[in-house]
């Protein structure tokens, strides 16, 4: 009886196996060169330029203020900062430090001004509502960095904007967030429209893929991102053999047996670099060679470290700036001080962290110490010179208060590491 | 807040080290002083309990308004929304001894019910709602809910009810993921308003929890009534004979399948009417915030307070949610420190106090594992004859 | 809807091997499940945490030797089935010493059981991750991950073989054991009717800790092949594994050692032909639905109850 039913389930087991594998076979995957990276070698090199001069805070040299009592005004910050995803948050985090502390101690401010960086773990948009309450009840908090992620600032939106209090975001970039009327939000950094168009775009013209695969995480973030990166694929005649969402996790099997199915020869995910990493992997091991492709959620040393070998070739949109690699000399001036601080470089949106930490110190240089009058001040924000941008606000309620000066940048890992390729105009005329 | 001068092990060593002594102390001090408190109030109970009920509105009304800024009144509104859980979560794993772990599935439907029916979410109905039209709304859906749930597996052995409950937590869960055009998926609604007043003005602003959790509180109130009352009447009778042995029951003419399936309903309802509130207050809801973790915490929140104890109820919920935040002022590393010392406050407790903080006196005989002679009950305030109590064999099924 | 056509035709093949391999994980996690069901009566929540210890003793012992590139001699994960196993086994061990004896004692309730066990697994998991931190970790490499060979165009990879290779051994040593040795007989004594294996002079305790004995080590052999296949390691990576193994062996029959072969095999089939059809996002939903299903309408299983029965 016993050995029937282990004899009966082998049999079974392979009988389906076998019958499976003489289906058809279908067609070859296209040779290498389409869709391939090597691509963009030609095209690519390392370096970037920023936009304009910054306004960076000059002397570590002065003398430390005058010990006066100067009245207190906090910024809040929320983000993920001790979860899988915090390294695309602390950077920002630690820049907006470092920007308060050397604007108090320059002491030309009329307030101290220090950093409440609340935490919200794994970014999840349902922590987020009591964060920003609290932020909210304290009186001394006249204005928000963040949130970080998109989900999270969907949940907060209202909340703020019943309360008035504004908040400016360093790396939030799903689409609909500026199209809810929130006049109490701001977007420092290119939202997903540009970003996802760029990803499109890229693997359209410059990488010239012929079938892709879309993915996402079912994020807030990663969900906006893949439905406008579909929408231009399909719009460039791209085929879309795959688009599809899986929550993370750590079994990407069925997943990668998708691919296999379809062999695109680009993949396109939208989601963090928690995951990412793991897809490339399983996909690589099971001998799927489509270029994978990614959005600024993934763009971190991390991504490096867990895909080991497998993570050369990668591809990353990104909205943000590297400062890193710049040749401008206020981003220098900021690495260097960020790398005194700190002993590291700034990693992602450490640059426009800065910057929006900047705005709020010019307000209060001009005075602006409440949450009205700071809120003014942030709207009515012209040519804000930032290491990223100049800041102009668009004023249209359709897309309310994105930054106007936008721009997408390639990012791409050769050897191990992440290198600026240039900006998507360089690839896509 | 100074830092310790320790790393971070040391510290987490110290919290539950402090845990461990404060638990000693409060065992040492129930046994002298909660013991008798017990008898005086069994033994006093017709105006032992409206007293203290008065005690119980009065603090919550005026005291913890008058004396809390609005970070703690907002803490307060949570804790009232999960000690409404908590009370339904008693009801049906307390009272009626169904073990449910899927009890954050009706807590998702009420909140969703609320997100649709306000208009914040793709689906527009003609007519604009307020909270407290919703409210009826929601209980009857998640009465409903609980029924159609209820009817199937509620003959289910006990372990395998606990399971197929969570599966259906999770199928809710995962529904909400992907039914975009009701709830939108994992973006959520958001936006969803507060109630609204028939006169000028709104109370119920962003900035001001007061009123919130005074309605919560008043919802809480209600509820603590009307489950005394069913628990003190034939049905809590029932409930009972139901849970200590439901085949004698059943033997007995009780139409068991019935009233589990009431305790199951009246449970879900509970669990709906918090989740409009809860949707009413923070305005966003999303498949995230209702987790299985959720549904594990009401029931550490029942069990802990104690088992088919009202007030174990409240209390259990207050603990769980107040703690972390009376540790939040502590590095992040000890936070993450607050689930290891809930398993193993669960632990603890199922070895050493079954009967929860606040335990209900039947059910601490049950869950002892002691049995008492059908015919030979205590008297209240009595310890048990010895010679009836018996410890049965391990692996016998217990209640 | 689905394209019946191709995710049941041409594009089959692909699902199988997955489907089998993930299933054979599953199975020997189920295992664990159901003989803890068959001997005690009681689901063990923590069982999942047992599993994620088995991954992360894989681990700790594979970095030992890790070279700089994170890759270790193949010989090395042969070797390492053994560390694993006895620290799985282990673990497994004091669970059932802190969590579940002092409640058998006192013959406490099934409702006490439950709790224990969720306290327990809660424990466990939230102690690695005060230890390990929250990120994903690597798994050392120590197979190559490509595929061995082609069957058309499926790949089948090392690590798919030795997964099917280990799982066939694993059972059929463990068939034997129950069935041929007297401890085996023992276990399925007390499984049958614990007071009369008692009063036949069976140690209970005894049988009681070489089940969590056995289960943990088949855990922890899961453990292993799961970091082989997956390559991470994360304190809370037991859970979803968990309840689908759960699920596997309530769909084979709980207590019945084959029924949780076959479960775990078909869960995994179903599941990855499933996400095939309906699309990846419907993948976990598939085994909760059949976790509803089975029970509600054949608790007992496909191969129905029992290590206590007689095969």
């Known amino acids: ?64 203020p005058l010990a006066q009592a100067k009245p207190e005004v906090k910024i809040g910050f929320i983000g993920d900062l001790t979860g899988s995803n915090s390294s695309l948050v602390v950077h920002a985090r630690d820049a907006a430090n470092l920007a308060f502390k050397l604007a108090n101690e320059a002491g030309d401010l009329p307030v101290t001004v220090s950093l409440v960086a609340l935490d919200n773990k794994e970014a999840a948009p349902t922590t987020a509502p009591a964060l920003a309450q609290r932020l909210i009840n304290d ?31 360093q790396s939030a970039t799903r689409v609909d967030l500026t199209q809810q009327k929130w006049d109490t939000f701001f977007r420092a950094v290119g939202g997903d429209t540009d970003q996802a168009a760029a990803a499109g775009q890229l693997m359209a013209k410059a990488l010239k893929c012929k079938k892709v695969a879309v993915i996402d995480d079912k994020s807030a973030y990663g969900q906006g991102l893949a439905e406008i990166v579909e929408k231009e694929l399909t719009a460039a005649n791209v085929e879309v053999v795959v688009n599809e969402s899986i929550e993370p996790t750590t079994d990407y099997t069925t997943l990668v047996d998708s691919l ?19 897809i490339l992997k399983q996909m690589r091991a099971k001998g799927v060679k489509a270029t994978f492709i990614s959005g600024d959620g993934s763009k971190d040393d991390k991504f490096v470290t867990d895909a080991g070998a497998d993570a050369n070739g990668t591809l990353f949109t990104c909205p943000c700036l590297d400062p890193n690699v710049s040749s401008e000399a206020d981003a220098k001036d900021f690495v260097a001080k960020f790398q005194a601080e700190y002993k590291r470089a700034p990693g992602i949106y450490g640059a426009e962290g800065w910057d929006v930490a900047q705005m709020y110190i010019a307000a209060f240089k001009a005075g602006k110490t409440t949450r009205p009058d700071v809120l003014q001040f942030i709207t009515d924000l012209k040519d804000f010179k930032g290491l990223t941008k100049t800041f102009n606000w668009t004023t249209d309620e359709a897309m309310l208060h994105e930054a106007t000066d936008k721009g997408v940048n390639i990012y791409g890992i050769r050897q191990g590491k992440i290198l600026l390729l240039g900006p998507i105009q360089k690839f896509v005329s | 807040m100074t830092p310790l001068a320790l790393g971070p092990w040391p510290r987490v060593g110290l919290v539950f080290g402090g845990f461990a002594v404060a638990i000693w102390l409060l065992a040492m001090l129930e046994r002298r002083i909660g013991e008798p408190v017990r008898r005086f109030y069994d033994s006093n109970e017709r105006w032992a309990f409206p007293s203290s009920f008065m005690l119980f509105i009065v603090g919550g009304a005026a005291v913890v308004p008058a004396f809390s800024d609005k970070v703690q009144i907002e803490l307060a509104f949570i804790v009232g929304v999960f000690a ?316 | 809807m689905p394209d019946w056509g191709t995710c049941l035709g041409s594009e089959l093949q692909f699902r199988v091997v997955g489907g089998l391999s993930t299933g054979s994980i599953y199975a020997l996690i189920a295992l664990g499940y159901t003989l803890v069901y068959g001997v005690l009566q009681l689901i063990n929540f923590a069982h999942s945490e047992v599993f994620m210890s088995g991954i992360l003793a894989g681990m700790l012992f594979l970095n030992v030797f890790a070279g700089g590139d994170q890759t270790v001699a193949p010989f090395l994960f042969v070797v390492a089935f053994l560390p694993t196993m006895a620290a799985a086994a282990g673990v497994a061990v004091a669970l059932e010493r802190v969590a579940y004896r002092p409640l058998r004692r006192r013959g406490a309730s099934r409702l006490a059981y439950l709790i224990s066990a969720i306290g327990a697994s809660f424990f466990m998991s939230n102690l690695v991750l005060l230890w390990r931190g929250r990120e994903f970790e690597n798994f050392p490499r120590s197979i190559d991950p490509a ?70 080590m088949l855990a922890g052999a899961a453990g292993l092949l799961y970091g082989l296949k997956f390559g991470v390691m994360r304190f809370d990576i037991g859970f979803l594994p968990g309840i689908k193994a759960f699920t596997a062996a309530v769909l084979g029959g709980i207590g019945n050692i084959r029924g949780a072969m ?50």
């Open chain 3, 147 to 216: 595929p061995l060979f082609n069957i058309g165009r499926v790949p089948i990879q090392t690590a798919d073989i030795v997964v099917l290779i280990v799982m066939v051994i694993m059972m059929v040593g463990l068939d034997r054991f129950v069935q041929r040795t007297r401890t085996g007989k023992g276990i399925r004594a007390v499984a049958q009717d614990v007071e009369t294996a008692g009063l036949m002079g069976v140690d209970i305790n005894r049988m009681v800790t070489i089940t969590f004995v056995i289960g943990g």
């Open chain 1, 260 to 278: 296999l199915a379809k062999s695109p020869d680009g993949v396109f995910y939208g989601g963090y670099v928690a995951q990412a990493p793991l």
């Open chain 1, 139 to 169: 009186d001394k908090v006249v204005g928000v960095i963040g949130p970080a992620f998109s989900g999270e600032t969907s949940a907060v939106g209202p909340l703020f904007k019943q309360a008035r209090l504004v908040h400016v975001t």
């Open chain 2, 84 to 399: 409404l859980l908590s009370l339904g979560l008693n009801v049906v794993v307390g009272f009626a001894g169904l073990l449910d772990l899927g009890y954050v599935a009706f807590f998702a439907i009420g909140a969703y019910t609320m997100g649709v029916l306000s208009n914040a979410g793709p689906i527009q109905i003609p007519w604009d709602l307020s909270m407290w039209q919703v409210l009826p709304a929601a209980v009857a859906i998640t009465l409903l809910a609980g029924f159609l749930l209820g009817a199937p597996t509620l003959r289910l052995r006990g372990d395998y009810l606990a399971i197929v409950t969570l599966g259906f937590g999770e199928i809710v869960r995962i529904v909400a993921q992907n039914l975009e055009p009701v709830t939108r998926g994992s973006k959520g609604i958001i936006g969803i308003p507060p109630p609204k007043v028939p006169f000028e003005g709104t109370p119920f602003a962003v900035d001001n929890p007061t009123p919130f959790y005074l309605t919560t509180f008043a919802f809480l109130l209600i509820m603590i009534l009307v489950i005394r009352r069913l628990n003190h009447s034939r049905v809590g009778r029932y409930w009972a004979a139901i849970r200590e042995d439901e085949v004698a029951a059943e033997a007995m003419g009780v139409p068991t399948l019935k009233y589990k399936l009431w305790a199951f309903a009246i449970g879900a309802s509970t669990s709906g009417f918090a989740g409009v509130i809860y949707a009413s207050r923070v305005g966003f809801i999303s498949p995230e915030s209702f987790q299985l973790i959720t549904s594990i915490t009401i029931l550490a929140m029942v069990v802990l307070g104690g088992l088919g104890s009202i007030a174990g109820a409240l209390v259990g919920a207050a603990i769980i949610q107040m703690v972390p935040e009376v540790l939040r002022s502590l590095p992040a590393q000890v936070q993450d420190a607050r689930y290891l010392i809930f398993g193993a406050i669960l632990v603890a407790m199922m070895i050493f106090r079954p009967q929860g903080v606040i335990p209900s006196r039947r059910r601490a005989a049950e869950l002892k594992g002691e049995v008492m002679e059908a015919g030979v009950t205590a008297m209240p305030g009595e310890a048990p004859p010895a010679d009836v109590i018996r410890e049965p064999i391990s692996g016998e099924e217990g209640t």
């Open chain 3, 262 to 311: 076959l479960g775990g095999m078909t869960l995994g089939l179903m599941e990855s032909i499933g996400a095939g059809c309906f699309g990846n996002a419907w993948k976990d939903v598939i085994a909760f639905v059949l976790l509803v299903g089975v029970l509600m309408f054949r608790p007992t299983g496909i191969l129905g109850e029992g290590v206590g029965q007689k095969a």
């Open chain 1, 1 to 64: 009886m016993r050995k029937r039913s282990v004899f009966a389930v082998s049999m079974v087991a392979a009988l389906a196996l076998v019958l499976s594998a003489c289906g058809d076979d279908g067609p070859t995957t296209p040779a290498a060169a389409a869709c391939s990276p090597v691509q963009l070698q030609a095209l690519g090199s390392v370096g970037g330029k920023v936009r304009a001069a910054g306004n960076i805070q000059s002397a570590v040299t002065k003398q430390a």
